[in-house]
């Protein structure tokens, strides 16, 4: 009888945990469908953020690649390869003419764009030097037969028609740096009569010194210096004032004050090309 009763117990026992097993419910384990949405909404939310900020970053690219492009926009960039390739190989719209069967392509690393890179063409110099060409090694004193001192040398470069191109002078450097030593001497005795009267030292100088000087200072020091740098300038910078111009009123009475003034601070603002 005990051993019929120990089994008897051990059966219920089974049952009652079999039971216990059936009670538990499916969704224990499994998402409830309320859970399977949100998750869904969730990603689908993430993959659309994500989307968007691919988007924008699309759109800066292109603005920054636009912002570079826009005409007339100066940049600098050093010289980091160059190759001869046909003539015809030249991108259509580039504004400067290539009359030679071959041409010069120059790549230039453009400052502050993380690496990118512009190439510009030049005519191949098959009988001495292209005028282009000319003027852009003039401008740093290296020899055709020494084109590979131009690697690393850092150009001034202008967006035109959509290209980058070396903003190169029309004329082969002119002029004398020197003469600005000239200009700022003229200056200072322009503005000694004012300086002098506002500290009462005009007893410091006899006038008829004073005067050779001033007439000395208008005929001939102001002009000559404002002609001879304002062509250097000309030919190194991108400043495209016209010496005559600036020589003729720098030696007028009165005006050459302002016109002075203007002129230095015109120089002052110059890039320059090499």
């Known amino acids: 009888m005990s051993g019929e009763n120990e089994r008897e117990a051990t059966i219920d026992e089974e049952r009652e945990s079999a039971e216990t097993?059936?009670?538990?419910?499916?969704?224990a384990s499994e998402p409830t469908d309320d859970e399977t949405d949100k998750g869904i909404e969730e990603s689908a939310a993430s993959g659309e953020k994500d989307a968007i900020d691919m988007a924008a970053e699309s759109f800066l690219e292109v603005e920054q690649a636009i912002d570079s492009m826009v005409e007339g926009t100066q940049v600098r960039g050093q010289a980091i390869d160059v190759e001869r390739i046909p003539a015809h190989e030249v991108p259509d719209g580039f504004p400067?003419?290539?009359?030679?069967?071959?041409?010069?392509?120059?790549?230039?690393e453009l400052d502050e764009t993380e690496g990118r890179t512009a190439t510009t063409y030049f005519e191949w110099p098959d009988e001495?030097?292209?005028?282009r060409l000319g003027r852009l090694l003039a401008l740093r004193d290296v020899s055709i037969d020494r084109f590979a001192d131009l690697h690393g040398e850092d150009i001034l470069l202008e967006v035109e028609d959509g290209h980058f191109v070396p903003v190169l002078p029309?004329?082969?450097p002119r002029g004398d740096d020197r003469a600005y030593y000239g200009v700022v001497a003229g200056f200072a005795v322009l503005l000694f009569p004012f300086i002098a009267s506002l500290f009462?030292?005009?007893?410091?100088?006899?006038?008829?010194?004073f005067l050779l000087l001033y007439l000395l200072v208008h005929l001939v020091v102001l002009p000559v210096s404002t002609y001879l740098d304002a062509w250097h300038v000309r030919t190194t910078t991108n400043w495209e004032g016209g010496p005559l111009f600036w020589s003729f009123f720098s030696m007028i009475p009165g005006i050459n004050v302002m016109t002075v003034a203007a002129y230095l601070v015109l120089r002052a603002n110059a890039e320059p090309i090499s």
Do not use: N, Q, R
């Not at 400067?96 to 230039?108: R, S, Y």
């Not at 009462?200 to 010194?209: D, P, Q, T």
């Open 96 to 108: 400067c003419e290539i009359g030679t069967a071959d041409a010069l392509a120059l790549t230039l």
């Open 200 to 209: 009462g030292a005009f007893g410091l100088v006899e006038f008829s010194v």
């Open 170 to 172: 029309d004329e082969e």
């Open 128 to 131: 001495g030097t292209g005028t």
């Open 21 to 27: 097993v059936d009670s538990t419910p499916d969704d």
